[in-house]
C-alpha cells in the first residue's frame, strides 16, 4: 500500500530534550516535505527537499533540522524543542515537486512542556 | 508567510445543499490544489488546477480559478454528512508550497 509513515504519532517531552520524528514514503517520491499546524494558521512548510542530499527552508524553518540521506527518508529533528513548537506536524511526498498531488502522513502530536 | 487564505471560516450547511469556499492568494502562482482534512487527520488531496486552467470537475466537486484577481473558488454539490471536514488550498512555486487557514465545513443531517 502506498503511503507515508510517522513515528512518534504521539509525544509528550520536555524543554531542551533532542528528538526526532521520523517519515518515509514507498512511492519512490522525489520531494518531501515537513508541515506544522495551529489552529488559526493553517499548515506552515517547515524544510522541504527536491531530491536526495536537496534539503531548503520553508516558511518556519527556525528551531528544526533535517536530512535527506535516503530517497524514501526524511527525518524532523529538534535539537532544543521549546514549547512554542507544540503543533501537530505532517510530512508529506509527491513525485517530484509542490506542483503535484501531495500525499499526507497521519500526523505528529508534539507537546513540550 | 501564508500565501492563500479561504473564506469563509466556517460554513454549515444542510445535507444536499452545495457547498461554495473560496480561496485568494498574493502572487503569481503555477498551480492551485484543493485538500480536505478530517478532524486532525493527514490532509488529502482532493484536486489540482493549473494556472492556465480555468475550471475544473472531479466528481461532485467543481474548482475555479480566475487568475486576474488572484482566487479560486471550490463547490461541493450535494453534499453529504461524509463532507463535513476542513477545506484547505494550496499554491505553489517551483519549490515551496503555501496552505491557507482553511474553511471547516460541517454537513448537518
Known amino acids: 500500500e502506498a503511503q507515508v509513515t510517522q513515528n512518534p504519532r504521539y509525544l509528550i517531552t520536555v524543554t531542551g530534550k533532542k528528538l526526532t520524528v521520523t517519515c518515509s514514503q514507498n512511492m519512490n517520491h522525489e520531494y518531501m516535505s515537513w508541515y506544522r499546524q495551529d489552529p488559526g494558521l493553517g499548515l506552515r512548510q517547515i524544510y522541504y527537499?527536491?531530491?536526495?542530499?536537496?534539503?531548503d527552508k520553508g516558511d518556519v524553518p527556525e528551531g528544526y533540522k533535517v536530512s535527506r540521506k535516503e530517497k524514501r527518508n526524511f527525518p524532523l529533528i529538534l535539537e532544543s524543542p521549546s514549547p512554542n513548537q507544540t503543533s501537530l506536524y505532517f510530512c508529506?511526498?509527491?513525485?517530484?515537486?509542490?506542483?503535484?498531488?501531495?500525499?499526507f502522513g497521519p500526523g505528529t502530536r508534539l507537546t513540550v512542556t | 508567510s501564508q500565501q492563500g487564505e479561504e473564506d469563509p471560516q466556517a460554513l454549515s450547511i444542510q445535507e444536499g445543499e452545495n457547498a461554495t469556499m473560496n480561496c485568494s492568494y498574493k502572487t503569481s502562482i503555477n498551480n492551485l490544489q484543493w485538500y480536505r482534512q478530517n478532524s486532525g487527520r493527514g490532509l488529502v488531496h482532493l484536486i489540482l488546477?493549473?494556472?492556465?486552467?480555468r475550471e475544473k470537475h472531479s466528481g461532485r466537486l467543481r474548482v475555479t480559478l480566475d487568475t486576474s484577481k488572484k482566487s479560486s473558488s471550490l463547490l461541493i454539490t450535494a453534499s453529504r454528512a461524509a463532507d463535513t471536514a476542513s477545506y484547505f488550498c494550496?499554491?505553489?512555486?517551483?519549490?515551496?508550497?503555501?496552505f491557507g487557514a482553511g474553511t471547516t465545513v460541517t454537513v448537518r443531517a
Open positions: 508529506a511526498s509527491s513525485l517530484n515537486g509542490p506542483g503535484h498531488e501531495q500525499y
Open positions: 494550496a499554491t505553489d512555486d517551483d519549490y515551496k508550497l503555501s
Open positions: 527537499s527536491m531530491n536526495v542530499e536537496v534539503t
Open positions: 488546477i493549473r494556472s492556465n486552467e
